[in-house]
């Protein structure tokens, strides 16, 4: 169940990197770096607006709140959208998680995705991309039955529909995967903002290793 030419002897890449687009920041999810991340992007996002005391406590609230559960959740990394489309700002997360191995059989790429098809709520596929083949599960969420993931835009306690778009990537001669787990509540302009998600997916570029993976 091992993917073609995977024979394990290979060095797994050291890190990866990622495209994002202008305006969207990194949140340091790590109980000790939290606080300081948070207040540095609220300060960044209210800069010369002195009037709005309450709208950045809320702001800070909730981003504190995000990085707690993206945390928790076992993420390594949270990205949030601060873009711009004139004076609103349009809210995304990208939440980073390295899943461990699984025990025993380890399953293919289409293997997962087929076994995965089964829930009728997900929309799953294979894509091809430059870092190599990767299961993309789409979904709505924000509702009881499929609650929104940890690091999404809003308070955990809040049930905004969302549209959400996983991405599971081997990592090469790791036997583990990386999970980009993309979200927003903008289910007006879902395809759009899906279109986006995809793109930056597909600009993930493994670093490191034995040097033949980028």
Not at 47 to 52: F, I, L, R, Y
């Amino acid at each position: 169940m091992t993917e073609p030419g995977e024979q394990g002897t290979a060095a797994p890449p050291t890190d990866y990197r990622l495209l994002l687009p202008e305006g969207w920041f990194r949140v340091h999810i790590d109980p000790e770096l939290r606080e300081r991340s948070v207040d540095a992007l609220v300060s960044r996002q209210f800069e010369g607006v002195d009037n709005a005391p309450h709208l950045k406590r809320q702001l800070r609230d909730s981003l504190l709140a995000q990085a707690a559960a993206a945390f928790r959740d076992g993420g390594i990394e949270l990205y949030l959208s601060l873009q711009k489309a004139g004076s609103l700002t349009i809210p995304a997360s990208l939440l980073v998680t390295l899943l461990p191995p699984s025990g025993g059989s380890r399953w293919t790429v289409q293997e997962t995705a087929t076994r995965l098809s089964a829930q009728r709520e997900l929309e799953v596929s294979v894509a091809e991309l430059s870092s190599g083949p990767a299961v993309r599960i789409r979904r709505s969420t924000g509702h009881p039955d499929l609650p929104a993931p940890p690091g999404a835009p809003g308070s955990p306690d809040q049930a905004l529909p969302s549209v959400t778009v996983d991405y599971q990537l081997p990592v090469p001669g790791a036997g583990t995967s990386l999970l980009l787990t993309f979200s927003t509540p903008l289910v007006q302009i879902a395809e759009a903002m899906v279109q986006l998600f995809d793109a930056v997916a597909g600009s993930l570029v493994w670093v490191g290793g034995d040097g033949d993976h980028e």
